[in-house]
């Protein structure tokens, strides 16, 4: 068992060894949010943070289910299925074939691992995999090749960034526009009073590639600074809960939604 603070032991490299040595392990991160990745023979099986999206979303991003078809496989699962990962239930349903789960699981993987790249404080701690992934891809990924897309995306993220405290509205009809799913997410939370910071933690996706998702849009004249018309409510209830000690650390991965 390895445990350490990321002054001590730098993340990254410490995937890298495990992948090395060939190593089947369960790394799990606990700071401002929860991460685990698992690792078997040195390949990465899955990956996962916590806040943050969970396999449905990335379905529905990737076009391969719709919203409705995603809430009704939820609630399915948990009325029949509880043991059951969503993408294995929604593959044995034929709603998705193994392909689209493949390339679920591995954009999930990816920004996972993304997001826990760009964390500066927090403690990591390396256990052995004893048991198989309930929500492992249908093939591993090299865990180097992965990191170093991971890196490439937490770079390119941090390229343009918005102020998290500024406000955006709509200007443009964005449908006229090619759009990455990701955009998507942003632009339903936009509503001119929302400050960035909200918009990240209801989109449901990294902060920094929210940040950066705004940074396009207002870049193309998609989006536009707003002037903050009231205060923002999302950042007013977190202030509440901070002050009355009601905030609770990350809770554990949503393994029956993974």
């Not at 719709?66 to 496989?73: A, D, F, G, K, S």
């Not at 929604?90 to 689209?100: Q, S």
């Amino acid at each position: 068992m390895i445990r350490a603070t990321l002054e001590e032991l730098d993340l990254g490299e410490l995937l890298k060894a495990l992948s090395a040595q060939r190593k089947s392990a369960v790394v799990a991160f606990q700071g401002r949010i929860y991460g685990r990745v698992h690792l078997l023979g040195g390949r990465i099986l899955y990956a996962r943070t916590e806040p943050g999206p969970h396999l449905g979303e990335y379905l529905v991003r990737l076009g391969h289910l719709t919203l409705e078809e995603v809430q009704e496989l939820v609630e399915r699962q948990g009325r029949e299925n509880p043991g059951t990962p969503l993408g294995a239930l929604a593959l044995e349903l034929g709603l998705i074939g193994e392909e689209e789960l493949r390339e679920a699981l591995e954009a999930q993987v990816l920004e996972a691992l993304a997001t826990l790249l760009g964390e500066k404080e927090g403690e990591v701690l390396a256990e052995p995999l004893t048991e198989g992934s309930q929500v492992a891809l249908p093939h591993t990924l090299d865990t180097d090749a992965a990191l170093m897309e991971a890196a490439r995306r937490l770079d390119e993220w941090r390229r343009g960034q918005v102020d998290p405290d500024e406000v955006f509205h709509l200007v443009e009809d964005p449908t006229r526009h090619p759009l990455p799913p990701e955009a998507w997410a942003v632009l339903e939370h936009l509503d001119g009073v929302r400050r960035a910071r909200s918009v990240a933690l209801l989109s449901g996706l990294p902060e920094e590639e929210v940040y950066h998702l705004l940074f396009e849009l207002k870049s193309r004249g998609l989006v536009r600074p707003s002037t903050l018309l009231a205060e923002d409510p999302l950042v007013l209830e977190a202030v509440v809960k901070v002050l009355h000690g009601q905030l609770r650390g990350p809770s554990q991965p949503l393994h029956q939604q993974a």
